[in-house]
């Protein structure tokens, strides 16, 4: 009730048993000096607990010690679907249209959210290590390229996407960014012959509706993931990823519409394949 009025943000709550030790701070450590200004990374313990929960990554109280929020364990956690066993992505693939055909691939893929990279926030920033949505899409993309009917001039058939690029990471993005922490179910990701669906726990948060998502409100349930996010640049400025690349970029490409589904329990996007 509290986080649906926007009185509490789950992603704040901590996360028994885990630790500083369960973050990884050279992530951190880039994170603090290469996006958010700090001079050097904090050096001792306290310095790390306090800059920290400052920061919304780690919450403690007067009866126990430091532990890490939801948020700090999703962005930056080692292995956070170890104490959170919804901090993770099922991906599937199937044959056909259902879940009756064969499983072409059927994985739980986790890790922290954020990528590492090497470099100054402004500069050239080179990925040393995927994050969870890099991961992912690599996953993916022996299960969403197909053959071409066209030959080009080597009389090779060219490989061509399924689903727009930019569409997919863009899908995958919103359901872990926006998803309702309280409840304890994977985002899923599942290909099929003919479409793509990315499901994400929980109905929109506050007074969001599908027609206002559409329309580009913006109301994040989980503001210090978004904002973290789009510190790293995965996250449209303007928080409009929806509106502007999901809906068009899928019209566009399949000359079919997304589809939007939303429940009490769930909000699910449909992607079409483009039919070569």
Known sequence: MFE????????????????????????????????AGDLESPTTEQE????????????????????CTIAGLVLFGRNPKRYLGSAAIRWMSFEGIDMDYRSQDDTVITGPLVGLFDGKFGGSRQM?????????VDRTL??????????????????TMRYPLE????????????????????IEVINYAD???????????NSMTLEKML??????RNPIIVEVMRD??????????VRRKIVPLTREYSGQEAEFELTEDYLRVKIPARIE
């Open 142 to 159: 022996p299960f969403i390229g197909g053959q071409s009917n066209s030959i080009d001039s080597s009389m090779r058939r060219s490989v």
């Open 195 to 205: 479409r793509l669906e990315v499901t994400s726990s929980g109905a929109l948060q």
């Open 232 to 241: 790293y640049g995965y996250v449209d400025a303007r928080g409009m990823g």
């Open 167 to 186: 569409a997919l990471p863009e899908a995958i993005l919103n359901a872990v960014v926006h998803r309702d922490w309280t409840r304890s179910i994977e």
């Open 48 to 67: 790390w607990l306090q800059r920290l929960k400052g920061l919304g990554f780690m919450t403690d109280s007067e009866s126990q010690p430091a532990v």
């Open 128 to 136: 040393i290590e995927p994050g969870l949505i890099e991961r992912l």
């Open 4 to 35: 649906s009025g926007g009185l509490l943000h789950a992603e704040v709550l901590p996360v028994n048993g885990t630790s500083l030790r369960d973050l990884d701070q050279v992530r951190l450590s880039d994170y603090l000096v290469n996006i």
């Open 215 to 220: 329309a580009g409100q913006r109301s994040p």
